[in-house]
Structure formats: structure tokens, C-alpha cells
């Protein structure tokens, strides 16, 4: 079956970038995604990429993709307080059934 | 607007209860899911329905029962809750398969 893992915790000071890493199992996938969850919120879709590509930058915010060894990043340039939050890496599922999600990386930014 | 909306935002209930909660989305999406998100922030899909159809049901316990008047709507109902049922659980939407998700705000179910 499918299986996304992540790192549970990343810890940085304002101004640092932060790099969060996933790796997923069904090569298939054709978007990977990144979803971000602020404290008592839902889930709000960050970015995403395409499977034929190898990196997409948007704003602060460059994912990339090494579909040979099934890994994903996201990596977050001079990160703030306010990017605070659990970030979910997420593929389909078998037969696009549902997304499916890892664990979450909970990510803490400290003044 | 708000695209995914699920009520109650919150609920209390006793062990025992039967309780629902509603979701509906406004975005036309043809398939509607019900994900569980336990107190270490696991995300777990329950259901997903197509087109007001059961296509998937992950091991969940038939105590829970998934209910689609309509394509726009997804109602989960829980009968004789336990303990165990204490999470946040999310509605989310899609058009098709491999297409953004949409979620709504989650409803944190207590069981006391």
C-alpha cells in the first residue's frame, strides 16, 4: 500500500530557511503535495508539482523532486513566525482513491 | 463563501451517543471524502464517495456510516461512540481523481 513518511519536528530561527523532507511510495503519483495546518485550522494547499518536473519555486516557498529515489522537499526561504505550523506531504492513493498523507512536520520558529 | 463546511465546529457527547456531523461543499466537486485526524495529528481517510458513491472505506468500524443525499453533501454519523472516537475529523472535497483537495475547518469530536 502507499506510504508517505516524514520527519515529525524541525526547529528554526526567524530568518533561516527551513527544509522539510518526504518520501512516498507510488511512483505513479502524477502531483505531490504540500499542505500547511495553522493551530485549530484545516488544511490549506501550499503548492504542489508535477510529476515530469524537477523543482518549482513560488515566492519563498522552491519544492523539489527526485522521483528516482521517491523524495520530495520544501524548503522555505528566510522562514517567519507566522510559518509556524504542521506541513503534510500528500500523493494519491491507489487508483486516485484519496490523498494520502504523512505524518506531518511539525515546524517551530523561534524569535 | 466558504468552499467546504462542515457543523458542528465542536462537539461534547457521552460514550454511548449518536451523533452526526454535516459537511457540504459549494465548489461542484464529484467526490467527497472523511478523513480522522488523531491527537498526534495522523491524517487518515475513512471514506471517499463518487458521485454519491461508497468507493473506499479504510478499516473503519461500521459503527460509522457515511451518508450522501447529494453530491454537494457528506454527512458522517457515529453510532454508540466510544472513547477511542475523540479526534478532529475533516470533510475535503475534489474534482476527480488527482486534483486539489479541499478541505473544510474540521469538527473536533470529545467523547466524555
Known amino acids: 500500500g502507499e506510504d508517505v513518511e516524514q520527519s515529525l519536528f524541525l526547529s528554526v530561527r526567524e530568518g533561516d530557511s527551513s527544509v522539510i523532507n518526504c518520501t512516498y511510495t507510488?511512483?505513479?503519483?502524477?502531483?505531490l503535495y504540500w499542505y500547511k495546518q495553522e493551530p485549530g485550522a484545516g488544511l490549506q494547499l501550499l503548492t504542489y508539482?508535477?510529476?515530469?518536473?524537477d523543482m518549482k519555486q513560488d515566492q519563498r516557498l522552491t519544492v523539489l523532486l527526485n522521483k528516482k529515489d521517491k523524495h520530495l522537499s520544501l524548503r522555505i526561504a528566510d522562514t517567519q513566525t507566522g510559518d509556524s505550523a504542521i506541513y503534510f506531504c500528500a500523493e494519491w492513493g491507489e487508483a486516485g482513491t484519496a490523498l494520502i498523507f504523512g505524518k506531518g512536520t511539525t515546524l517551530s520558529v523561534s524569535s | 463563501d466558504t468552499a467546504v463546511s462542515q457543523t458542528p465546529k465542536y462537539l461534547v457527547t457521552q460514550m454511548g451517543n449518536d451523533k452526526s456531523i454535516k459537511c457540504e461543499q459549494n465548489l461542484g466537486h464529484d467526490t467527497m471524502y472523511w478523513y480522522k485526524q488523531d491527537s498526534k495529528k495522523f491524517l487518515k481517510i475513512m471514506f471517499s464517495y463518487n458521485n454519491k458513491e461508497l468507493i473506499i472505506n479504510e478499516t473503519v468500524p461500521n459503527r460509522f456510516s457515511p451518508k450522501s443525499p447529494d453530491k454537494a453533501h457528506l454527512n458522517l454519523h457515529i453510532n454508540s461512540l466510544e472513547l477511542g472516537d475523540s479526534a478532529v475529523y475533516f470533510c475535503?472535497?475534489?474534482?476527480?481523481?488527482?486534483?486539489?483537495?479541499?478541505f473544510g475547518q474540521g469538527t473536533r469530536l470529545t467523547v466524555v
Open positions: 508539482i508535477f510529476s515530469n518536473m
Open positions: 507510488d511512483s505513479s503519483s502524477t502531483y
Open positions: 475535503a472535497s475534489s474534482q476527480g481523481d488527482v486534483s486539489e483537495a479541499f
